[in-house]
């Protein structure tokens, strides 16, 4: 009999047909999330689950799987959905999608830049209101990259792939990050030389609202904040408020502090761009990471071994 496994959402063509060659894989058809109740009830028995970072996973979800659960595979790089501990003690291998995500968050992370400091989005809507406009010196204008600082906070291998890229824009690149690397620099510095600051650290309670009012206070009054990472690690209405008050010039947002929900604030103001979390939303990344989900569910459920993508290798340990 083949393994049964849970998919919370709709996944690529190519990975559907890889958990159907393996399992007896029951995929939610939805790009919506599934209620709590339904999540806890589509796991029960199951022994390998696809989770999204939309969905928490904890000893309650665990409970509902049943003592048959041995992997859970979350479709993200961010972990912090998961109770990573508790799924350790208790014998569950925990995956997830790091590496094959990399370009396409660092390439979002540079489109939303470009689109803040160009104004490409406020343009958009300007143009779709039919307001009057034409080509005029003093028209619109933006601000370049070139000769920028860009303050890179939490330089992993997504800020440091999006560092490699602003430099082909002639930025100058400055992190604040735990490992010594050139251009090392303590935080309050980077907030004070940024004329971009960027965030790609994990969600973590060290960087639950690492970005706050003194923060937001303590940066340039031209510098802009991206935020690809996680809501949390900004004080959305600190945000709003600096904002409004002319402490930073704008932001350009892929995440939000209690997502899918936005801030009332940020949508009345013209100096920010907002995604719907597209990070790394491409064909390719949302793709490899699928097969990246299916072949951690295979090497524990079919092959007995350790997905090279575990987080807590420790887990299959607890049991043996
Ligand atoms: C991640 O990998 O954690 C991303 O946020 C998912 O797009």
Not at 122 to 131: K, P
Not at 265 to 272: A, R
């Given at each position: 009999m083949r393994p049964r496994v849970?998919?919370?959402?709709?996944?690529?063509?190519?990975?559907?047909?890889?958990?159907?060659?393996?399992?007896?894989?029951?995929?939610?058809?939805?790009?919506?999330?599934?209620?709590?109740?339904?999540?806890?009830?589509?796991?029960?028995?199951c022994a390998g689950l696809v989770t999204t970072p939309a969905e928490r996973v904890d000893g309650e979800l665990l409970d509902a799987a049943g003592p048959g659960l041995a992997v859970i595979a979350n479709y993200g790089v961010g972990l912090d959905n998961v109770d990573v501990e508790v799924a350790t003690r208790r014998g569950v291998l925990v995956a997830n999608t790091p590496g094959v995500l990399t370009e396409a968050t660092a390439e979002l992370t540079i489109a939303l830049l470009l689109a803040l400091v160009r104004r490409v989005a406020?343009?958009?809507?300007?143009?779709?209101?039919?307001?009057p406009w034409t080509l005029a010196p003093t028209f619109?204008?933006?601000?370049?990259?070139?000769?920028?600082?860009?303050?890179?906070?939490?330089?992993?291998?997504?800020?440091?792939?999006?560092?490699?890229?602003?430099?082909?824009?002639?930025?100058?690149?400055?992190?604040?990050?735990?490992?010594?690397?050139?251009g090392r620099v303590p935080l309050g510095e980077l907030f004070e030389r940024a004329h971009v600051v960027s965030l790609h650290a994990p969600l973590t309670p060290e960087t639950h609202h690492l970005i706050g009012r003194d923060e937001?206070?303590?940066?340039?009054?031209?510098?802009?904040?991206?935020?690809?990472?996680?809501?949390?690690?900004?004080?959305e209405r600190a945000l709003v408020d600096a904002l409004r008050a002319g402490e930073?010039?704008?932001?350009?947002?892929?995440?939000y502090e209690r997502e899918p929900e936005v801030e009332a604030?940020?949508?009345?103001?013209?100096?920010?761009v907002l995604a719907p979390h597209l990070g790394s939303a491409t064909v390719e990344a949302r793709e490899a990471m699928g097969m990246l989900c299916v072949r951690a569910l295979r090497a524990v459920l079919l092959e007995g071994g350790q997905p090279p993508n575990a987080v807590n290798p420790d887990a299959l340990r607890t049991l043996s």
């Open positions: 849970h998919v919370t959402r709709r996944v690529p063509a190519r990975v559907r047909a890889a958990l159907d060659e393996s399992f007896a894989a029951d995929v939610r058809d939805s790009e919506l999330p599934p209620s709590r109740a339904e999540l806890l009830a589509a796991s029960a028995g406020e343009g958009d809507r300007l143009i779709r209101r039919r307001e619109m204008l933006g601000v370049g990259l070139q000769g920028r600082t860009l303050g890179i906070v939490g330089p992993g291998r997504i800020g440091s792939e999006v560092a490699r890229l602003a430099t082909a824009f002639g930025m100058h690149v400055l992190h604040a990050g735990r490992r010594p690397r050139p937001l206070r303590a940066m340039r009054a031209d510098a802009v904040l991206v935020n690809v990472s996680r809501g949390p690690v900004v004080d930073i010039a704008g932001a350009a947002l892929d995440v604030g940020l949508l009345e103001l013209e100096n920010v």
